[in-house]
Structures are given as C-alpha cells and as structure tokens.
C-alpha cells in the first residue's frame, strides 16, 4: 500500500491538508531527477551545494503546484463526473479539462441588466472660452505728392479693432471698430459728401472713431438660409465686402468711391443669404437685404429704408481655373426724402482666378472687373445716369512678390457730365500671412487737375482673423 502524505498548500488565504496518492509518484519521479542531477561533475564544492538547494528549492514549489492542482482535479471529479468520465485514464488531460471548468465557471456571465455608471460631463464654458476672438489690423501710409514738394506725410490710415465670438452652435457675433486718420485719399471728386474728410485734415481734426460693423448672425436657419442682424458691409458687388486694409489697392474702385463714399456701402438692417441648391448649374448665391438709408453719398441725411438684392454665380472651368459672375442693385430714397425709391444702382462684376494645386504658393493670376451705373437723385431733382467700371489684374512672381495694376473710370454721380479716370500699378511684397509691404504709384486725372501719389502702404494684423477678405 502506498503511504498517504499530507501536504499543507495555501488557497484563497486557507490552509488545507491534502491527501494525495498521486503526489507520491510525482515526488519520485522529481526526486530521482533531483539525485542524477546531484551526482553531475561540478566544478566544486560550494557550486555543488548551491545547485543541490537550488534543486530543492524547485521540488517544493512543483510540489506545492501538483497538489494545489490535483486538489481541484478532485473536487471537479466529485463535483463534475463528465469530467471524470470524459478522461477516466490520463492525469494530464484530466487536469488540462479542469482547468478549462475552472476558466468556465470564473468567467462572469453577461448582465445585461447592469450598465456602466454614466459620466458626468458639464456643459459650462471656462471663462477664457467665454472671451471673444481679439484682432488688431494696422494700416499705415508713407506717401509722396509728386505735383507738390511739400505734399507728403505718414498717416495712420486706420486701425482696426476686431471682436469675434460664437455666441452658440446656432449664432456668431462679429464687431469692428476703426479708428482713421486722414490722408492720402483718392477722391473723384470733390462734392460735399467726399470733401468732408478733406475738410477736416485742413481744420487740423486729430483721428475719429467709427463702428465699421457690428452685427449677430445666425447661420443654418433652415433651407440653406443665413439671417444677419445689425451694421454690415453690404453685398454690392465682391470688393465692397472687403475692408480697406484687405483690399487689392490702397482704396475702393472709383466708381464705389463715387457713388457710395471713401469707406464704401455699410448699412445698418437686416441681410437673409440662400445658398441656392441648384445642382449642375455651379454655386448660386442670394443676398436680399433692408437697411436704413445711412450713407450720406447715395441718400444724404434721409433715413427711410432702402432695399439690396444681389444674385452670384460661381463656375469650376478647371482643377486650377474659377470664374465668378455677380449682378447686384439697390434702391431707396433721394436726398430730400420726398421720393422712397428715386435712388436706383445696379452693376455686375466678374472674376476670373487662376491657381494651379501644385504651385499655389508661387503662382496665381487674378483679374476684376466691375460696372457700376445708377440716378443719384438730388434734392428731388434727377441730374442723370452715371456710370463707372474697373479692371484689376494681379499676378504672382513667386511665394512673396505679387505685381498688379488697376484700371479704373467714373463719372459724378450728382453731375454726370464730370468724369476721372485711374491708373495705378503696384508691386506688393508679402513678408507673412501677417505682414505686407505695398508700393504704389497712383495717377489719378479728375475734373480739377492731375493727382500724382507715391505711396508705401504697410499692412499688419496681431490676432487669429488678418486681412479679411470674405
């Protein structure tokens, strides 16, 4: 009779003795190997007894394993008897199919009742996400008058203060606040709406301050529909749009400057844009806007409404080549107010854009042009239709040098029989995204005489927005 051996093996922090049969052979079997392994050749006596401990060493904890196993072999026999009787002879599949029970009871059953605890996430924004979007632009004139020696200067054109902020996922609110300087103006003509900034450099008046635009707009009304509330540029052909800072010359086109005033058509009122979904057609655009009659060039002092429309096309003529054509008019009172709607000025204006992918940072060519024609209507009295248009040409020499020219005609609005006529290259010199040197020579021929500007024109911006072209 084999003798019974009690071994006492620590499980889940419980000591218990097991009797165990088969441990006995296991331990032989050990232990002859343990006792061959002891008679090796050693290289001495103090690596010989290092091994034969270390040996002993390995026995007990093999030891400790088979009856630790043979002790889960037992219970699953007593507890399962397919397992016994699926491998009633060989110990090795017998505790290979025990260990897979084992793995199979311990593996926790899916509770579909149970859900993972919910995460806290607050929707409250940090103060510094509360802040608006801060721009600051510059615009800075050195020019030179070449009729007259002493008729020349640095002006602080404008500085411009941007504030930029989305309110919510539905709205984003937009400010602009300019602070100009006067001088170096090009102006077709001087009536008393374009002679006052003149007017006031001769008086010595320092800077003013002036709300450019202020408004809130909500996009994704609906239908493809954007709503805009407040002061705005209004949509009178591309440029109008475009700050001065932005613009591709140092001033608006003379027929804008003619029929709506130095800064352009800004408005205060209510603008809707649809996005038109007309496919197959190219990418149609239309701006419907009310505002008051604020702009002294067009309707005097009048506040009486006024209406915009303008519809915009765009066309892909190749990977590198887009055109673009607009169609833009308003209406509203004339100057005395007696009539609403005996201001009337349409135009067109066109694109063309060409810009290679794989060289867009060293060559692009873009040409304007433009057709402004209208009855400005005076103090109830229409003094007739004036008409005005423009060509702007730029073309890109490498990543920073771009050369451009500007053609540009008009007449006076308020006496169509006076006209002026502009041509100015230029050569600009773009140091950064942030940072731009212009040179430009303006001859500018108007009803009083001949009006020769060389002018250096630095541009910077300070903040995420630059120059703002739409």
Not at 358 to 368: D, G, H, K, Q, V
Request: overall charge negative; glycine content about 10%.
């Amino acid at each position: 009779m084999e003798p019974e051996w009690e071994f006492p093996v620590r499980r889940r922090d419980t000591f218990v003795n097991i009797p165990s049969r088969r441990s006995a052979r296991v331990a032989g079997a050990v232990a002859i190997i343990a006792a061959g392994a002891c008679v090796a050749p050693a290289s001495g006596a103090a690596q010989e007894a290092a091994t034969v401990d270390s040996l002993r060493r390995e026995v007990a904890s093999l030891r400790a394993q088979v009856d630790s196993l043979m002790q889960v072999v037992a219970r699953l026999q007593a507890d399962r008897p397919d397992v016994a009787a699926a491998v009633p002879g060989d110990e090795l599949d017998a505790i290979r199919a025990a260990a897979e029970a084992a793995a199979a009871e311990t593996e926790p059953a899916a509770d579909t009742t149970e859900q993972a605890p919910a995460r806290f996430v607050g929707r409250q924004r940090s103060q510094q996400e509360l802040n608006p979007e801060l721009t600051v632009t510059g615009d800075v004139f050195a020019f030179a008058d070449l009729d007259g020696p002493d008729g020349g200067n640095f002006v602080p054109r404008e500085v411009e203060i941007s504030l930029q902020s989305s309110l919510d996922p539905f709205s984003l609110a937009k400010v602009f606040v300019g602070i100009h300087q006067p001088g170096g103006e090009l102006l077709p003509f001087e009536h008393e709406a374009h002679a006052e900034p003149a007017a006031e450099e001769e008086e010595g008046h320092g800077a003013e301050v002036e709300l450019e635009e202020g408004y809130v707009q909500w996009s994704g009304v609906g239908a493809g529909l954007n709503l805009t509330l407040g002061r705005f540029r209004q949509s009178f052909g591309t440029l109008n749009r475009w700050h001065p800072h932005a613009l591709p010359g140092q001033a608006y086109p003379l027929p804008y400057t003619a029929f709506f005033g130095e800064e352009g058509l800004a408005q205060t009122g209510a603008r809707v844009h649809w996005l038109a979904p007309w496919s197959g057609l190219g990418t149609w655009e239309l701006w419907t806007e009310v505002t008051a009659s604020e702009s002294e060039a067009l309707y005097g002092e009048t506040r009486k409404p006024a209406v915009l429309a303008r519809i915009n096309g765009f066309w892909d003529l190749s990977r590198s080549t887009y055109f673009e054509l607009g169609l833009s008019g308003i209406t509203g009172p004339d100057m005395a107010g007696e009539d609403n709607w005996a201001t009337r000025v349409g135009g067109a204006d066109f694109t063309l854009s060409w810009r290679p992918p794989e060289r867009s940072r060293y060559r692009e060519a873009t040409l304007r042009g433009g057709v402004v024609v209208g009855d400005v209507a005076a103090e109830a009295t229409d003094p007739g239709t004036a008409w005005g248009g423009f060509l702007i040409g730029d073309y890109r020499l490498g990543r920073r040098w771009v050369f451009g020219g500007r053609w540009e005609y008009t007449e006076n609005p308020l006496e169509p029989t006076e006209s002026a006529w502009l041509v100015a290259p230029t050569l600009t010199w773009w140091q950064s995204e942030w940072v731009r040197l212009r040179g430009e020579l303006d001859y500018l021929d108007r009803p009083d005489g001949v009006q020769k500007l060389l002018l250096l024109q630095a541009t910077f911006a300070m903040g995420p927005h630059r120059h703002e072209t739409y």
